[in-house]
């Protein structure tokens, strides 16, 4: 294979356990992980990025793009092959005309999206939204992806009145869990809901009395089973990239989350709404 495939292999009987995670990973397909970013390799190991870092450390490399390019060196035709299939999906190949790339979208977007919904804890949802729409201070965390979900979710709840804020720096999101009490709500949103930085923010958050919500993709992830109420994405493969769908997925929860909390604050809903409208209009109108 590769002089860092063999070295891989004989340093992970000695590794700590997340580093020999990773390993096992790597060695079981080194092409898969080198189309993988750190923050997706993280969620698929379910470790922190700290832990890749320092098992590129331990390999003598200066970080993981090195790591890449070097399991990518190993078996180039192989590495592209997986690096598509990672990022695009492989119901859509390279030659494909548009056309065929926009109905394939379509049906997968569609697809999640109805599924999201339709498989949604409607008595969970309830409790997550009346938790939400009673919080004294709601605060959301989530990397990559699913924090940028978990920032639109946030908007919408700040333009009802609903005092929230998004963390995307696990330092920063345990700094604020650790100064909540029982009168406040986390969100953590993860796909995998197998990293280690979401579960960590939602202990700090229990431990200081608040309630905690996990939106994840699965029910059975690590992540769920840490939070006090938990909300199902469930995506499943198609053909096309299952990070990408994600988002979509994710988006249709917050979407019915976000009415279900607004028909529950329904009178300081319209007055924020009509405030923060009027405040805009006049760009909105500028000709």
């Known amino acids: 294979m590769s002089q860092i495939v063999d070295r891989i292999r004989e340093l992970e009987p ?21 189309a993988r970013t750190i923050l997706e390799l993280a969620e698929t190991a379910g470790v922190s990025t700290g832990s890749i870092t320092r098992l590129c450390r331990t390999l003598g490399l200066a970080g993981y793009s090195q790591l890449r390019l070097a399991l990518a060196a ?14 695009i999906g492989a119901a859509i190949s390279e030659h494909d005309a548009l056309d065929r790339v926009a109905e394939a979208v379509v049906a997968a977007v569609a697809g999640v999206v109805a599924e999201a919904v339709r498989g949604l804890d409607l008595r969970v949802l309830e409790e ?3 938790r939400i729409a009673a919080a004294r201070r709601v605060e959301l965390f989530g ?16 333009g009802i009145g609903i005092p929230a804020w998004i963390w995307t ?90 009415i279900a909390v607004a028909q529950r604050t329904y009178d300081r809903t319209t007055q924020a709404m009509a ?3 009027e405040a805009v209009r006049p760009y909105r109108d500028a000709r």
């Not at 580093?19 to 898969?32: E, H, K, M, S």
């Not at 190993?74 to 990022?87: F, H, I, L, M, N």
């Open 14 to 34: 000695g590794l700590p356990e997340a580093q020999r995670t990773l390993a096992a990973l790597i060695l079981a397909d080194p092409g898969a992980v080198a």
């Open 74 to 87: 190993a078996d180039p035709a192989r590495t592209v092959s997986r690096t598509w299939q990672g990022g």
């Open 128 to 130: 997550v939204a009346l």
């Open 143 to 158: 990397v990559g992806g699913s924090g940028t979900t978990a920032a639109e979710f946030q908007q919408r709840l700040y």
């Open 169 to 258: 720096d696990a330092h920063i999101a345990l700094t604020g869990a650790a100064l909540l009490g029982p009168d406040d709500v986390v969100v953590a949103v993860s796909h995998t809901g197998a990293t280690r930085e979401p579960r960590d923010v939602l202990a700090e958050a229990a431990s200081r009395g608040a309630t905690t919500v996990a939106v994840t993709n699965d029910p059975d992830a690590p992540l769920a089973r840490h939070a006090d109420l938990a909300l199902a994405t469930r995506v499943r493969a198609t053909g096309v990239s299952s990070a990408a769908l994600a988002r979509h997925a994710q988006m249709a929860v917050f979407d019915v989350l976000h």
């Open 275 to 277: 405030a923060s409208q």
